[in-house]
């Protein structure tokens, strides 16, 4: 096992944004040492040990980690109280004469551990602010012992603890072990024995200049992580025991005390994940189970997520406890989308809809309308996204002893969760709601409530205006240029923007003719179709089966998208890419129109990776026509997979230009566009 | 969550004379020995509702209510309580409280209400469909006694008011008819307009209106402004709304949207309607949507507003105390098949003392500090605080008040017996109903009568 876990680290700037997917931080906790050892005893950090720390920091996403605080300084401050004399009693039962040693050794090496934090600032952002004296003084605790020894101590801390239940050093402490240690009596000897394992390993990396505590270093990292990613961490961030021992910190207490409880588990912790990697992910498996989930509430903030995996199953569960709204996992799901969500139509709402008041004040209509399919649309499920936001900071009132910054973007996560257990997020969502929380973070500390509150809805309503409002009005103007008497225009699905240009076409008396291409099961062409109509356009309408037979009349494809990626990749309703293929065969111009804001620096090269997955019924059955029924009963078939994807991946081979409120240009230059403004997206 | 509660909680009920009266208006009714209004209360704290206005008919009954609300709810529920006069409806009782309304929402509720459908469920079809007024339907319940009926003649013609004939649309979330009442009796009149814009609607009487509503404030403020003859919120409010759902009156769909950051107020109203029209067009529309858009294209739309509805699943319990049946059949429910109902302050105090060979058998319930004495029997029966029972006395299927005082020797099936009642030695009674404080006298036989004091 240990050479793999060495390897593993060797890579580890690189391998931990994605090894985050994977529990890593247990295994560093050994592998690690070595680099640790450095800064204590030169004071000189090594490069590899800032590299080190620097993915975690770049992870919590610094923008969001909010400046030091005093109450973050108090939480600490009280968690290190409440961790000393639990330490000092552990030192105390194995040897009296190391706890002075400690303290001595403590003053001196703050200094080195402050010295790592000045000299990465960059790299180092969140951590440096207020958590670094909280993991100081926890490494402080033990770093100093000879490293058998601490080892040893951990452990004793932790039999001692189970043996001793009424150790009353805090009661949370002993609160949390019995639960995590599980089968406390008999695992004691083997604890033990895995302890003595322990310690001469430790001795033996002593001899290479390693110390435990790296160990605690890395409990030092969870302490912050848990105060600042608490979202992270349940989602999976840090290793499933850790993950544990938070779950059972914010059982045992309230928010306050959370922290206390994290860091005071730690040390037990330490010894465990060391000793229990192999056993450790079914031990807390079955810990799991008892502990409540930690509030949607608590989650601190927003990260760049890993994008959940629906097809491990041992994270789906996990993802289950927490949810919101109770969901069912469709059985029957096409192999190669089995990471995308899917859950059985229909369970969700009334649950949903039980749960309604006592979700307050998340407003969750928003959410029954996404779930409930009433809105859709990019730019529609945006704008009730924001206005239920406006409505929910409107209502805002900081809690006492918080701050609003880090409460509101605490809040605005788990209506943002809550929202994308309705449904997926869109991308354009994704970046209307980094622009809130940029605007939330940015907000200065002086400003009182209501002036903040105020603030940020007018910030709303600017993003609304400005981001959208205003840039359909631009794309409609540049588009409107490509529109000649004459011309045949294709359109595909409902796209807001494609149906504003062809009113204003219409009305600025232009001659031309609208085809619309539909598909099912939604149909939404229709209802374009219906306004087009009653406004006196004329049109056709076909099926995107027949795409091919009305192209050769056609002179423009006017298409909508749900987001355009850096790689000239259109990503829009399923069948898009389909009709621009088609036109590209025809050589007709493929002209898709998007505002800037759904622009994404992701690349993409398939509708694979990313994509939602609909209603399976909803392909299954024809509405309104009871008579077709020849898929009743076999639905729950073992062989037979129904798949009704959202989305598709149009290469920008068969784009010709992108309308967009920057101009008109060719898709290869998107990553300009997201270069150049994104900062102008985010900040302005 | 902008929702405001009114439990409606009532007042003296005429169809439960005798067992309401001065001392016991019907919100205190118990039931399984807890009063009814508890398990509306119960039901709405649960759903984090501690928002509260209880209305209550009479000033007497509402010090009543409101001092065991205090006593019962306190540090728990915010409870606000409001004395009406009687006999103004229940349309009525929300007009003398109109003013107080200020959320977005109004949540009616019945005081009277067993059921244990989440209101949440309600409040969320109504918000999803931004509707005007939504409406809980829940299946009639299997009304009638196990055996033993005492379906008195009066219940007889109650039964028929209890039916309503409700017109759905294909996807059962509109409400296009409502006949209640006497209307039932009479030819429905159902609007062509509505049936041209559905083009299908479904007729149901197999479905009963719970008197949970849901109600846009702007709208039921209006409605009771104008319409100031409308008495009762089922038999006038509702119908007159689902009646003019697609010619609404006045401003019925238009609610006032929110506060405007008026930087340049007509670029903003522009902004606006584009906001509007982006999300009307993101939806698939309503019937009331499509009809709305006039045909010929003009820019002038016609006002709608939505009536929706929502169905409780027939797994769940729904039923109304508004008749001696109904709260037979609720007892012995709640004690039975739905006590989930019960809600936990409900405790079983002590176990009573029971005399030698006295049996008790499944599905009853004892309160505290009663007294039984030798070889009696009580099966299918709730018994409430301190009734002293005397030896071989017998009860089947019925309700005991607090501190009854019963002799030896009684039978007593199918029968309700209020507080401070006194049946003297072998007493009979079937299907009765004692009003408190009565004294039977000894050896005295009824069969379904109604005995009370004479009121002075």
Redesign the interface.
Known sequence: MDPRRTARTVSDPKVRQVGFFTPAPPERSISDPPRFQDPIQPSSPSPTQVNDHSPSGNSLSPVMIPPAHHHSDNFLRTALQATSPTKAFSYSAKTVTIPPENEDVASSFSPGRKVVSAKSPSSFPGVKASSVPASELTTVSVVNLPPGISGKCVYKLKGKLIAEKAGGASVEVQNDRPVSAKTLKEKTSKAERRALQEAQRAAKAAAKGLNLMSVLLTYGYSVYLVYFTFEQILNNFVPVDHYVFLAEGTKASSAASKVVTSANTKPSKAAKSSSQKNDGSQVAASEKKGCDRAPEKDRKKDAPHPRMQYDDKSRVEKAKKRAVVKKTEARNRVELFRHLPQYEHGTQL?D???????L??M???VG??YL??????G???C??MFQAFKEAIKDYSTPPEKTLIRDLTARISSYVSFLIECRPLSISMGNAIKFLKNRIAKLPLALSESEAKSTL??DI?RF??EK??LSERVIVKHAVTKIRDGDVLLTYG?S?VV?MILLHAHELGKHFHVVVVDSRPKLEGQ?LLR?LV???LSCTYTHVNAVSCIMQDVTRVFLGASSVLSNGTVYSRVGTACVAMVAHAFRVPVLVCCEAYKFHERVQLDSICFNELGNPDAISKVQGREEINYLDGLVNQENLQLLNLIYDATPSDYVSMIITDYGMIPPTSVPVIVREYRRDHLWS | ?D?QVVVLAGGNSKNLTPLVSKELPKPLLPVANCPVLNYVLHQLEQ???KDLIVVVEGEDAALLVGAWISGTFIDRLHVEIAAVPEDIGTAGALRAISHHLTAKDILVVSGDLVSDV????L???H???DAAVTTMLCSIPVSGPLESGSSGGKDKAKKLGRYNIIGLDPSKQFLLHIATGAEIEKDARISKRILHAVGQMEMRSDLMDAHMYAFKRSVLQEVLDVKDTFQSLKEDVLPYLVRSQLKSEALLNRTPQGEE?SNEKVSSQN?QA??SR??A?????SFHGIYS?NPA?SSSTRKTHKCCVYIA?SSSYCVRLNSIQAFMDINRDVTGDADHLLSPNNIIGPSPKLGTKTTVGPNCRLGEGSEMGDKCQVKRSIIGRHCRIGSHVKVVNSVVMNHVTIGDGCIIQGSVICSNVQLQERVELKDCQVGAGFVVTAGSEYKAESLAKKEK
Not at chain 1, 352 to 358: G, H
Not at chain 2, 281 to 285: F, G
Request: positive net charge.
């Open positions: 009334p949903l809809e039980t749960k309604f008041f006592e307050d004040p407003h969750p209509a029954l309308q409930s399919g009433d809105i859709r649309g730019n529609a499920r704008i009730a809805m007018l309503d609304i205006n959208i409002i409902a807001s149906e209802l306004r009653r406004k006196g | 969550m929702f759903s984090n509702l989440p209101p949440g469920a409040a969320a079809t918000r999803r469909h950051n902004n584009f906001i982006i999300l067009n993101a939806s698939t529309p858009e294209g699943s």
